[in-house]
């Protein structure tokens, strides 16, 4: 398996309350994403990263921030989370270059926003 | 806009029954397409890249082939382990360099023993 883990991997909160989730990678790959997961839609991009502090919107990024400070990490903030951003989360990295554009997942998260 | 459609949304087969999963695809330019496999509670687990028509691609039971249009996931004599959503995403030509991918819903597969 790819070095990815994700913290924390379940977690319930109340609206209107700011979350963080994190992604680790031991891999050293320069590309780092976020998708949700929701049933009928798929994965979808949040927003991903090609570099220490060089980050980008996804198709679904409203009421998302990201962070990268370091290669190995990757923050993802719900500023003020709603009900609506209930969902599995899923970090994946990948190395650029033709022959490694394949991502790999980490484990998720399972967020409940109540 | 770049769209992927898998079908069927589910199919349950007995075990060592053959069949194919389809991912059909429309894209301005296709620079790879990619199937994954999805465990229930788990992140999906990359199996094959396809590049150009025409590209076949092994491994164990499964098989992956593509066209100008569709991607086929073909199963041969599948067994309970095997059981899992079938996952197909596509990255365009146009996103180079940044590697954004495009996924379909997924094929959730059960193997009855």
């Known amino acids: 398996d790819a070095g990815i883990t994700q913290s924390p991997r379940h977690k319930v909160t109340e609206t209107g309350t700011p979350v963080t989730l994190r992604c680790h990678q031991t891999e050293n790959h320069r590309y780092m994403y976020w998708y949700r997961q929701d049933p009928g839609h798929g994965l979808r991009l949040i927003h991903y990263?090609?570099?220490?502090?060089?980050?980008d919107k996804g198709e679904v990024s409203d009421g998302y921030s990201v962070s990268r400070s370091k290669t190995e990490d990757f923050l993802l903030t719900l500023e003020s989370a709603t009900s609506s951003q209930t969902s599995v989360y899923f970090c994946?990295?990948?190395?650029?270059?033709?022959?490694?554009?394949?991502?790999?997942f980490g484990p998720g998260t399972r967020l409940t926003v109540l | 806009e770049d769209q992927v459609t898998q079908s069927p949304e589910a199919l349950r087969l007995q075990e060592g029954e053959s069949s194919s999963l389809n991912c059909s695809y429309t894209?301005?330019?296709?620079?790879?397409l990619f199937w994954y496999r999805q465990d229930p509670g788990k992140g999906p687990e990359f199996l094959f890249t396809l590049y150009s028509a025409g590209e076949e691609k092994e491994k164990e039971r499964l098989k992956a082939t593509l066209t100008k249009k569709e991607s086929f996931l073909h199963i041969t004599a599948p067994k309970p382990e095997d059981s899992a959503t079938y996952l197909c995403?596509?990255?365009?030509?146009?996103?180079?360099?940044?590697?954004?991918?495009?996924f379909g819903t997924g094929t959730r597969l059960t193997i009855i023993p």
């Open positions: 994946a990295i990948s190395e650029s270059g033709q022959a490694y554009n394949e991502q790999f």
């Open positions: 990263s090609y570099g220490v502090k060089d980050t």
């Open positions: 894209v301005s330019g296709l620079r790879g």
């Open positions: 995403a596509v990255q365009p030509i146009s996103n180079f360099g940044n590697e954004k991918l495009t």
